[in-house]
């Protein structure tokens, strides 16, 4: 489509400015302090808020309208439409739109894949890059009549607000789930009479089994220095990123060629349990659910086997993400700057025990809830590609969308 002729031609200098003044917190009176931590990364939200007086060095002001862009490492997306008045950390712009433009049309301009891209492309610093007002004035925009743009604020504000709903449903879902698994490892499905335990009260016919009980074997991975294979032949290598709580994700991984010596002994086979064991990634796991998906596993992984005759995977995995599965591995890992768990770590972990048929039906429930998170966050994943697609065709004019047109693709 044609752009119409009424849209011209700006850069972003031509319609927002800098708010100046600064702030001196040892002077000056105490108000609201924003910084970097406190805008989430890519949503432009705010997380909470400090104190001035809890700051030692100089602060840009700000006022309700602006808007606050991180220009640290401008590809973590962090901004801000401001509803309040305050100051904020230097490494944030403040960034007053004109009369020309409206603040919330100019809020969305600076969330754009294409303005993104051109931030990172021209930040400078190598270990912490920046962006500056400069760059950021010199973006070239297409900037429609006042009426218009208030319309596409208003339709990308609408997806905003289906994004946040949709977000809101997932936290609350999530919290729902951790008080089943709250409930439901610990006192069952209708029992009635319970004993105290070194873990706590469970149901009189539970037992309580340390993890070494439950296991057939174990397995730290293969480590390996080989060059992926690129045009993905030969066998997949399963790595921590691979894992996603209860499932293993195949699409994107890397392929090595190997002989079979070493295959068959970091082969991984229908059942098995894979646990990551290093860092910030203690805590993910994955199921394998394929018969046979001719891959071998990392080594940053442990691969169990649990006997089936006493406990389910599935129902091992709701444990391992339960709270009380969590106290006991911090106080394996606690005072640890480089944390890490290993198959002894595991099989010390204690585990209340259920029949294999209350196991089924635990996990049954679970499930169901986490069938109803799935559905949102695929939801989510769409609402947010369309606010892109969306910032693309109606922020530079290509196409139209009216509001009711919209609400019926949110339907």
């Known amino acids: 489509m044609v752009r119409e002729s009424f849209w011209i031609n700006k850069k972003i200098g031509d319609v927002a400015e800098l708010r100046k003044g600064v702030f001196d917190p040892k002077i000056n009176e105490s108000k609201v302090y924003v910084g970097l931590e406190h805008i989430e990364q890519n949503s432009g939200k705010l997380l909470g808020v400090g104190r001035s007086e809890d700051t030692t060095s100089v602060k840009a002001c700000f006022e309700p309208g602006d808007i606050l862009f991180g220009k640290l490492r401008p590809y ?23 009369e020309c433009i409206n603040n919330k049309f100019l809020f969305y301009l600076l969330q754009q894949n294409n303005f993104i891209d051109y931030l990172d492309q021209k930040s400078y610093g190598t270990k912490m890059p920046r962006t500056s007002w400069k760059e950021i004035s010199e973006y070239s925009i297409q900037l429609p009549p006042a009426n218009e743009q208030q319309k596409i604020a208003e339709i990308l504000s609408s997806v905003d607000e289906a994004i946040e709903k949709t977000e809101m449903i997932i936290k609350q879902t999530e919290t729902v789930k951790k008080g089943l698994m709250q409930q439901l490892l610990t006192k069952g499905i209708g029992h009635t009479e319970f004993k105290e335990t070194e873990i706590g009260k469970i149901p009189m016919d539970w037992a309580i089994q ?119 591995i911090k106080s394996i890992i606690q005072g640890s700057s480089n944390p890490n768990i290993n198959a002894n770590n595991i099989k010390s972990l204690k585990i209340a025990v259920p029949t294999i048929e209350e196991q089924v039906k635990i996990i049954n429930v679970l499930e169901s809830t986490d069938s109803k998170i799935g559905i949102e966050k695929k939801k989510l994943i769409k609402l947010r590609n369309l606010k892109q697609s969306l910032m693309g065709y109606l922020l530079t004019g290509k196409v139209r969308v009216n509001i009711d047109q919209l609400e019926e693709v949110l339907s």
């Open 76 to 98: 973590l997306r962090k901004f801000w439409l401001a509803d309040i008045s305050g100051v904020c950390v230097t490494e944030i712009l403040p960034i007053m739109a004109k």
């Open 210 to 328: 340390c993890v070494a009980e439950l296991t057939l074997e174990h397995k730290q991975g293969y480590y390996t220095k080989e060059k992926y294979v690129v045009n993905k032949t030969g066998t997949r290598l399963i790595r921590i990123t691979d894992l996603k709580n209860p499932t293993i994700l195949y699409d994107d991984m890397p392929h090595l060629n190997i002989d079979d010596h070493t295959y068959q002994q970091f082969k991984v086979e229908q059942n098995d349990f894979l646990f990551a064991r290093s860092g910030a990634s203690i805590g993910r796991y994955g199921i394998v659910e394929e018969n046979d998906p001719k891959a071998i596993f990392a080594s940053y992984l442990i691969r169990f086997r649990f006997n089936p005759k006493l406990i389910l995977n599935r129902y091992f995995g709701y444990f391992y993400e339960s709270e009380a599965c969590w106290k006991q």
